[in-house]
T-cell receptor, first 114, second 115 residues
Framework: KQEVTQIPAALSVPEGENLVLNCSFT??????LQWFRQDPGKGLTSLLL?????REQTSGRLNASLDKSSGRSTLYIAASQPGDSATYLC?????????????FGQGTRLTINP | DAGVIQSPRHEVTEMGQEVTLRCKPI?????LFWYRQTMMRGLELLIY????????DSGMPEDRFSAKMPNASFSNLKIQPSEPRDSAVYFC?????????????FGSGTRLTVV
């Protein structure tokens, strides 16, 4: 059974710092990995998608890496801003016996202090 | 592109009543997913459809829950009768094909409160 773990569960840093959020998964047979952002009381916004054959993806101040062999992904946020405060979720997509699964971690709640 | 559209945004109902949640996927997306989010259990997949056909409903909690997708542009999730433990945020998501290029797009969710 695929399990996805995100550490830490919560993180608080001062504005301007660079930071890394971690995601680990137990089964390396993934299709792709997606990072989402969720603001309180809102839906999930897709930030980055990394295909299983890729090593990293970048969008603006965000960079996501993927190491399938070690079952790890990281989300790097450069020059953090208070507007980055949200919960960040990673999810791995797998196909099992013809059925697809998107398995989520529990998320990291990020607070950027002005 | 209007994204995945869910309605209503909020629903408050009394225990025992029927609840219907609605979802319009992104045009051209052939997969539709229903998720439930709670503090205790996080995001759980309830059911998903491919080309309007239910593929995996193993996450549906019990017979009180049912979901249909009568056409490519609409799905609903019904709870009858509703119970307080059904209180959660219900998300609909859609995806196009099975290419590794494609991810999921989520709607804004329906916050259900059963009193």
């Amino acid at each position: 059974k695929q399990e996805v773990t995100q550490i830490p569960a919560a993180l608080s840093v001062p504005e301007g710092e660079n930071l890394v959020l971690n995601c680990s998964f137990t089964d390396s047979a993934i299709y792709n990995l997606q990072w989402f952002r969720q603001d309180p009381g809102k839906g999930l916004t897709s930030l980055l998608l990394i295909q299983s054959s890729q090593r990293e993806q970048t969008s603006g101040r965000l960079n996501a890496s993927l190491d399938k062999s070690s079952g790890r992904s990281t989300l790097y946020i450069a020059a953090s801003q208070p507007g980055d405060s949200a919960t960040y979720l990673c999810a791995v997509r797998r196909f099992i016996q013809g059925a697809q699964k998107l398995v989520f971690g529990q998320g990291t709640r990020l607070t950027i202090n002005p | 592109d209007a994204g995945v559209i869910q309605s209503p945004r909020h629903e408050v109902t009394e225990m025992g009543q029927e609840v219907t949640l609605r979802c319009k996927p992104i045009s051209g997306h052939d997969y539709l997913f229903w998720y439930r989010q709670t503090m205790m259990r996080g995001l759980e997949l309830l059911i998903y459809f491919n080309n309007n056909v239910p593929i995996d409903d193993s996450g549906m909690p019990e017979d009180r829950f049912s979901a249909k997708m009568p056409n490519a542009s609409f799905s609903n999730l019904k709870i009858q009768p509703s119970e307080p433990r059904d209180s959660a945020v219900y998300f609909c998501a859609s995806s196009r094909g099975t290419s590794r290029n494609y991810g999921y797009t989520f709607g804004s969710g329906t916050r259900l409160t059963v009193v």
